[in-house]
């Protein structure tokens, strides 16, 4: 106030001045006069003046920023697969973003505070506790800000999710996928597997029946089967077919509910059989044998021809139209012993062919001669699996089998050779038929098919890395050939004269000799001539010199033309 004289401006200031220490000025709230500290009103401690005239530890023992806000709390998560309710249910890895986003949202009081930062505290995986600290500011008596911490306790608790659920409730699926494939041997079915199993398909099957011919896929949405088909026609050739079933309805809210059902049929053919190709077929391809291997089952099928040494590959389409059986598996293969490698024309970067000369194990004087895909992994005394048609015994065989036809070689064996440790491959778990037992001969053949599968794996890495080294050796030689040429390129052309630049060369020489011998005989003909007649200018005949010299010059004009 104006009215207030100096003197008692000063009296009232000498009450809250401290020994004043040299700093910048501060204006007293009362009196407006320039000060440089002031006490606490409440402890008395020295302090820099403020509109509360309060110190901090006075203003945090007498208003208390954190109050409001919620020390305990709980998360749901589902014990099976592993995700935590939001909600939605959602994956919350422990101490990343998600979860702390997720715990934050679950303190009650934070609306009123301003979070500055936040973070986990350790605590031990068994617990089941987690623990974050939150730092907070907070506006108190005429906007004085105030922070502190907060230490929240989270307690973990399990429970079901919704998909979790229905696969423990029995016939609780909306979808399913019958996978089915009529062969003698699982090598497909198995390969299949190992594919869903490396590409995360499994994951999001409800349940996974066996069955004599197949698989059973079970699934809570239709979306899921869906995916799931997609996945195997991108890998397989295969037949679909589809249907729904009608269960129940809500007319009010229209709302129908369907089961549908997925059949996924796969090609009658293994890997390593031989197969009977119809006429029709034959022409399609481009006159191919009756009989040809099967190198691949895949998205494609590729075929051998040992007899004409071609690779063909035929798609789905024209498989389904013509579905190839075969003749010979497995079951029928012998062993033999190659003697001789002779290499062919043709092939590829996967399969080059060659001629072998094969003997029997037991039968050294009798030989055999047959064309193979396997030229680059075969090397002499290597042992060989192989189709013998002439001890098979089967009427078909006879009647499509030709004269030049009396071994098919199938793969390299190595049996004999020291075997590498058995591959350990994951497996789906499966349930099995409710209420059917399984004799012993059944559940050895599924062992053995296992362990037939495991071990062609490790074959298949051998060839492969054996027919790298080949491709490698390949590689070099051609680079050495190019460098060869760039070099033969790079020198003078001079260096080589072709035959033409030769023979121009030995046509100018002896023009140039001609030349040189016509004009030695002009020469001697001036010497011979009288000096009488040259002084008579009636008599005097035309210069011989100059007209031969000028025929001379005509002929030597029309040679050089």
Known sequence: ????????????????????????????????????????????????????????????????????????????????????????????????????????????????????????????????????????????????ILESTVMVEFIQKNLQCDECKKTWTPNKWEAIVHLRQKVCSKQTLLFLEQLILTHGMHKKVNNIREMPDGLDFCFTSKIFATEFVAFVQSQMICKLKQSKKYISSDRSSYIYEYVYTFSVELPHVSRGDLVVIPPKLQRELGGTSSLCLVLKVASLIILFDPVKVKVHAIDGNRYWSHELLPICTRSQLTEYLVTEISPMRGGNAEYTFAELTLKRPNDSAREFKAKSHLGKVLKLDDKVLVYDLSVITNGELEVKKSPQLNIVVVKKSYQNKEKKGKLKLKRLDKEKIPGKKESKWQIEKEEKEYEEFAHDLEEELAMEQERAVVNSKTVEETTEEASNVEEEKAKPKHSKKSKKAKRKQQKRKEKYENNAEDELRIRELSKLEPEAEEDSPETKPKNTFAAIADDSGSEEDNSNN
């Open 1 to 144: 106030p104006n009215s207030i004289s100096i003197k008692e401006r000063k009296i009232r200031t000498e009450k809250y001045l401290w020994k004043k220490p040299k700093g910048q000025l501060h204006n007293c709230t009362c009196c407006n006069f320039h000060i440089d500290h002031s006490k606490c009103c409440l402890c008395g401690n020295p302090m820099l003046p403020t509109a509360t005239n309060i110190c901090l530890q006075c203003l945090s023992s007498s208003a208390d920023v954190t109050e409001g806000i919620s020390t305990e709390g709980i998360i749901e998560s589902c014990s099976q697969c592993n995700r935590t309710l939001g909600p939605p249910w959602q994956i919350c890895p422990p101490e990343s973003k998600e979860l702390m986003g997720l715990c934050l949202r679950k303190v009650k009081g934070l609306e009123k505070v301003k979070v500055v930062d936040s973070e986990f505290v350790w605590t031990e995986a068994h617990s089941k506790r987690t623990k974050i600290r939150i730092k907070v500011q907070r506006e108190v008596h005429n906007k004085q």
